[in-house]
C-alpha cells in the first residue's frame, strides 16, 4: 500500500491495534511478497548502509553528476548555528538524508 499520510498510517494502526513499526513491516511483506525474516533482514541492511554513508561522509566531496554532496555539510554548519525552525530531530533527519546522497 502507498501511503499519501503520516495520518493514513496511524488510522492503520488503530484500525488493526498495531504500532507504528509493525504497520510499516506488514506493509513491506505485503509489498514485495516476503517473510517477515526477509523484511527485518533487508531493514537491516538499509540500515546499516545508512549508517555507512553518514559515517563516512565527506562535506568536501560531491557526487560525479555535481547534484548531491556538499548540503549534508550545509545543513549540519546550519544545524549548529542557527535554530531551525523545523526543530532539532528533523533537522537532524534532512541532514543525515542529505549526508547519504
Known sequence: M???SMEEI???CDKWDKEFWEIILLDDMNERNVTR??????MESMWKA????????DPHLSSKSGLVGKEGGLM???????K????????????RALQMG
Open 37 to 42: 525474516e526477509e523484511s527485518m533482514g533487508k
Open 10 to 12: 496511524y488510522e492503520q
Open 76 to 82: 549540519e554548519i546550519y544545524r549548529n548555528e542557527q
Open 84 to 95: 531551525p525552525l523545523c526543530g532539532d530531530f528533523v533537522s537532524k533527519v534532512i541532514m
Open 50 to 57: 545508512m549508517l555507512a554513508a553518514t559515517g563516512s561522509y
Open 2 to 4: 502507498s501511503y499519501r
